[in-house]
């Protein structure tokens, strides 16, 4: 084994989506500084970011039931609906502005239109689904959206769903044409490719082992050539850690006062997956319903259209399970050797409340196939086992941290760590993931480059029109920007 040394601007740790557009972000505004990027697998995108790891939902809250609360009087909470909505309208944006430089080709390569549709069954549901309706066609954002409690608009909406389907409960819908599938491990695969052609050293099978924080202020990385077995040593100005459910113990080697306090609670999700395409041929949407009592947001079940290698497929899940990987390549041992002295009372505060969730995790991992078929049967009533396949999914590793409410808050969110000097930056957490990389990395910009990001302003404006103005108050930017998009990610039928 033999030692090298390197110095670069900026290490990216990860070869995922959120390095890819980190990556892209700054080869576009500093094409100046050298990037070098570490990654453990042999390729990009193979983790989490993976077309078969994750539901590929363009989440922008056309569908999805769990970004609208109900409040006690009625009326209808659509803060967070509106802020994921606007968040996807950025990736939107960059991904169009990719295209239009030619630095991404054939945008049907990884994104396709394609109807969102939230399916609610029993009286209560179908109120507050019409309820929600009613106010969210007011907001400019889900123009277009339509609800529906006949039958016959159902079966002319989701044929699949409805066949052979006797109405012994009130059933609802609402649909909006201008939703999304994104195959993320595609994007995430283009943006890499682009990056090394721009001069990015990305270095594939390599662990990043350890990491320190010099004197001077940069970081010096202990890395591991597997391929080679030979190790590294390398120090950047900047480190991002997009490791995903891998970032939190990198983000502990940092030895930050900001990584204290902090824990991880892996939660595993399985796929059912169709390939007949005669059954596959009669569904063309992406259909949310409603969570089951005790679940964790993540784990609404969903019935979606795929489009992977431009062939058509159908996925139902995600079905949730307990695994102590915070990788689906991971060790057993990661949720043990994450547990510090520091973090020690936030995880067993966490694990104090949230045993019903252990439990109900544990009990989906034991679910035979045929249990998991009856879950779907609520979706197709006619669904049969040979039909469908399990794939195991990506590992999301859910933040726990101490809030000035709650000791060991287990969040579903997703949370950008950095130190005081913004020399570091961490993603944690996986939701609403992929969909909102844009988004978050320009937070991880605006924390870690604050005087820079002054001077590239009119550059980030170039690329994404409606940075920094609240779309649903603008409703003529966002038909500007919507129907821009649409057209460069041939997103219009
Ligand atoms: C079941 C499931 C369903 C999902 N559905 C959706 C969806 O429908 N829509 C959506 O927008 N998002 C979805 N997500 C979330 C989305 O997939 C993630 O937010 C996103 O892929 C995370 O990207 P990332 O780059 O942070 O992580 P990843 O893609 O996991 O990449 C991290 C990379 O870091 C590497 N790495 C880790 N540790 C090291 C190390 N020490 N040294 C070197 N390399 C290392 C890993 O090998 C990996 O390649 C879903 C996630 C899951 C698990």
Known sequence: MTNQQM???????????MSATLGTLLKQLAPEWNIT???????????????????????????????????????IDMSKAISVNEQFQVSRQFWSYLVEQGLIKNPEDFIMPLPHVSYVQGEDNVRFLKNRYETMIQNPLFKGME????????????????ENRTASEPLAATKIDIGTDVNFGSLTRMMFDNLEQQGVDVEYNHVVEDITRRPD????????????????????????????????????????????????FPISGIFMVCNNPEIVEKHNAKVYGKAAVGAPPMS?????????DKEKSLLFGPFAGF???FLKTGSNMDLFGSVKPNNLVTMLACGAKNMGL????????????EQRMEELRSFIPDAKEEDWELIVAGQRVQVIKDTPEEKGKLQFGTEVVTDEAGTVAALLGASPGASTAVHVMLDVMNRCFPEEMQEWEPKIKEMIPSYGVAL??????????????????????
């Open 323 to 325: 695994s102590p990987k």
């Open 147 to 162: 609800f529906s409690d006949d039958l016959e608009k159902l079966k002319e909406w989701l044929p699949l769903m409805m």
């Open 358 to 369: 252990t439990k109900y995790l544990v009990e989906q991992l034991a679910q035979s196939k």
């Open 300 to 308: 609404v079940p969903h019935l979606d259209t795929r489009y992977i």
């Open 217 to 264: 202020g940069r970081w010096d990385l202990k890395i591991l050539d597997t391929k080679n077995n030979i190790r590294k040593f390398q120090s950047a100005k900047f480190l991002f850690i997009g490791g995903g459910g891998g970032s939190l113990p990198l983000l502990q080697k940092t030895g930050i006062p900001e990584s204290k306090q902090i824990g991880g």
């Open 472 to 493: 649903s108050e603008n409703p003529e930017l966002f038909k500007e920007v919507h129907e821009a998009t649409s057209k460069s990610l041939k997103l219009t039928k």
């Open 7 to 17: 110095n670069t601007d900026v290490i990216l740790i990860g070869a995922g989506v």
């Open 37 to 75: 990027v570490f990654e453990k697998l042999d390729a990009a995108g193979e983790e989490s970011s993976h077309e078969l790891n994750n539901a590929g939902t363009g989440h922008a809250a056309l569908c999805e039931l769990n970004y609208t609360k109900e409040l006690e009087d009625g009326s």
